[in-house]
């Protein structure tokens, strides 16, 4: 079996992943309900922020404390398909809600997180940023549901076909 994650980089793992699958489905909800619309994006902002401020702790934990490595046999070319799809969600972790918080801000619309608490705007109101940021938010949020989604058939190709201990590295919570 590989050597295990420690346990923070788990919780932060699992954590971010229940709150990505959730936030995907929030912004697909929001675009296609009027109704719940308003109901939504009071969740959705908090919600980006919470993912944004633990993707920084996550990159800092993983700069400090690093994964464990691939097993030795691992072939050149999916050790480094793992590590780029890695960075990759690391990066569309922090774009997302960064491009969402500028959007927001080009919009001229307060970035309410819980009750008076408000972040400042990013970028100043711009009709024409916005214009260009919306569909670039679109367009990050549906990448990073892809990469997601190949992410999670990795890890269930090391788990249930590879059995190489990858997956348990990440998935066992006993030492």
Request: hydrophobic share 60%; proline share 10%.
């Amino acid at each position: 079996m590989a050597k295990p994650f420690p346990l923070f980089s788990r919780v932060l793992h699992w954590t971010m992943a229940v709150l990505i699958f959730a936030m995907l489905f929030i912004g697909i909800r929001m675009v296609s309900s009027l109704p719940d619309y308003h109901r939504l994006v009071s969740i959705h902002k908090p919600l980006g922020i919470l993912i944004l401020v633990l993707v920084a702790i996550r990159l800092i934990n993983r700069l400090l404390d690093p994964p464990p490595p691939l097993p030795e046999k691992f072939p050149p070319l999916l050790r480094f398909a793992a590590e780029a799809s890695h960075w990759l969600l690391y990066a569309l972790m922090f774009a997302v809600p960064l491009v969402g918080w500028a959007m927001l801000s080009a919009a001229g619309y307060p970035i309410q997180l819980v009750g008076s608490l408000h972040l400042p705007p990013i970028l100043p109101h711009s009709d024409p940023l916005f214009a260009v940021l919306r569909p670039l938010h679109t367009a990050l949020a549906i990448l990073l549901f892809a990469t997601f989604l190949a992410h999670l058939g990795a890890a269930l190709t090391h788990a249930l076909i590879f059995r190489d201990g990858v997956f348990q590295s990440m998935a066992s919570w006993r030492k």
